[in-house]
C-alpha cells in the first residue's frame, strides 16, 4: 500500500478543528498517544536511502512498520509495509521486538512521542484521516493521509492538495517527526 501524506504546522489549531468540524459535520475526534522508536540498519544508511524502521506503541497495539523512500517532491507519499498486532502484553511485545533488531545489528535512531487527536472524512472519494499532532518538544501539526494502492497515488496526491488548500493550510512539511526532533536536538547542542 502506498501512504500518500502532507504535513503542515498548525499555528491555529482551534480554528482548524472548528473548520473541519464544519465542513465534515463530524462531532469530534478520537484522542491516542503514540511512541515510536526508531532503527538504524547495520549496513544501509536509512537518512541516505530515505528509509524508515520503527516500532509504535498505542495503547495495547504494537505496530511494526517500514517506508520506503519519498515518492514525489511535494508530499511525504511512501510505500509502508506494517504488521500491527494487539498486545496482552505490550511491553513485552515492545521489548521483544527490540531484543531482536538490535540481536540483528540495528541500532535506536531517535524516539517522537506524540498525542493525537484524529478524524476520519471523505474528501473526493477517498477516505481521508486528518490528524492533529502534538509531538514532545515540537509546535502543533496537522497532517492529511490517504493510503491507497499504487495506481490511485496521482489522484489521492490531487485529492489532498486541494483539501489542505481548502482548509487554508499553508508551505508542507516534508520533514519526518524524527527529523525534526533530530533538527532541535542539534540545534540545542550547539
Not at 504535513?7 to 472548528?18: E, G
Not at 462531532?27 to 522508536?37: F, N, Y
Not at 547495520?42 to 520506503?68: H, M, N, V, Y
Not at 512521542?113 to 476520519?120: D, N
Request: proline share 4%; hydrophobic share 35%; aromatic share 8%.
Amino acid at each position: 500500500m502506498i501512504e500518500v501524506e502532507v504535513k503542515f504546522a498548525a499555528p491555529s489549531t482551534a480554528d482548524l478543528r472548528t473548520l473541519i468540524l464544519r465542513t465534515f459535520g463530524v462531532d469530534g475526534g478520537t484522542h491516542c498517544e503514540e511512541s515510536d522508536e526508531y532503527f538504524q540498519h547495520p549496513c544501509r544508511d536509512f537518512d541516505q536511502t530515505d528509509e524508515a524502521l520503527r516500532i509504535r506503541r498505542s495503547d495495547q497495539t504494537i505496530t511494526f512498520t517500514w517506508k520506503g523512500p519519498r515518492l514525489d517532491a511535494l508530499t511525504k507519499t511512501r510505500e509502508e509495509r506494517e504488521i500491527s498486532f494487539n498486545a496482552a502484553d505490550p511491553d513485552n511485545q515492545e521489548s521483544g521486538l527490540r531484543s531482536i533488531l538490535t540481536a540483528l545489528g540495528f541500532s535506536s535512531a531517535g524516539r517522537v512521542h506524540k498525542r493525537r487527536e484524529l478524524f476520519s472524512v471523505s474528501w473526493q472519494q477517498h477516505a481521508v484521516t486528518i490528524s492533529f499532532d502534538q509531538v514532545t518538544g515540537l509546535p502543533p501539526f496537522v497532517e492529511l493521509e490517504i493510503v491507497c494502492e499504487e495506481t490511485r497515488r496521482p489522484e489521492a496526491t490531487e485529492a489532498l492538495l486541494s483539501l489542505a488548500k481548502t482548509l487554508g493550510l499553508g508551505q508542507s512539511e516534508r520533514r519526518s517527526y524524527l527529523e525534526m526532533v533530530l533538527d532541535l536536538s542539534a540545534n540545542d547542542r550547539q
